[in-house]
């Protein structure tokens, strides 16, 4: 079975602090997403890495950044975090371009305060 | 820009009744319609990937449909349990996997 694994299920940050966000898979997908999940809003895409290396922006990274050194591991960074980044954010991966299915790590719960 | 939306946005049933769970989407152009469950507090479970070039796929109590033509997919779910108590989500699938959601439906499932 593919696993998504996230560093952290739970995390506390304050206002301004760097807060990075670490997500492994171990079935050598080559795409990785990050994704936000809000009441009322849904899941909303932030960025995505198809290669190691690559990125591309979603719908809403502002205040967002990302890193990709190695192909099993896609890294989610809030330069200066803010409340309202408080969030259910969602790491998943798939395997090529068309037609993949996409799986999903267990989240983690962030709180800015 | 593609929107998802799924009908209803909540639905209690007592247990052993069959249910549809309603997925409909804006742009027929998809590459595939994926259906999720997320239990409280959770991440999400692949329940069902519908390429755009098949009908349904089934995976034992559930089934699911899709309709391109309509921009319609439907989750049906046999003999309804409380275990089945969850949010179903469905997306659709762009290029590289990039997924477009619905904002779910909470299902209770009541002995």
């Known amino acids: 079975d593919v696993k998504v694994t996230q560093s952290s299920r739970y995390l506390v940050k304050r206002t301004g602090e760097k807060v990075f966000l670490e997500c492994v898979q171990d079935m050598d997908h080559e795409n990785m997403f990050w994704y936000r999940q809000d009441p009322g809003l849904g899941l909303r895409l932030i960025y995505f890495s198809y290669d190691v290396k690559m990125k591309e922006k979603g719908d809403i990274p502002e205040g967002y950044s990302v890193s990709r050194e190695k192909k099993e591991r896609f890294s989610l960074i809030l330069e200066s975090a803010s409340t309202n980044q408080t969030s259910m954010y969602l790491c998943?991966?798939?395997?090529?371009?068309?037609?993949?299915?996409?799986?999903f790590g267990q989240g983690t719960r962030l709180t800015v305060v | 820009k593609q929107e998802v939306t799924q009908i209803p946005a909540a639905l209690s049933v007592p247990e052993g009744e069959n249910l549809v769970l309603n997925c409909s989407f804006t742009?027929?152009?998809?590459?595939?319609l994926q259906w999720f469950r997320q239990d409280p507090g959770k991440g999400l479970t692949s329940l069902l990937l519908i390429q755009s070039s098949q009908r349904e796929q089934t995976s034992g109590r559930l089934n699911a449909s899709l309709d391109k033509s309509s921009g319609r997919s439907t989750l049906y779910i046999a003999a309804s349990q409380p275990g089945d108590s969850a949010t179903y989500l469905c997306a659709d699938g762009t290029s590289y996997g990039k997924l477009t959601f619905g904002q779910g439906t909470i299902l209770t499932v009541h002995p």
């Open positions: 742009d027929s152009a998809i590459y595939n």
């Open positions: 998943a991966s798939s395997l090529g371009l068309r037609n993949t299915e996409a799986f």
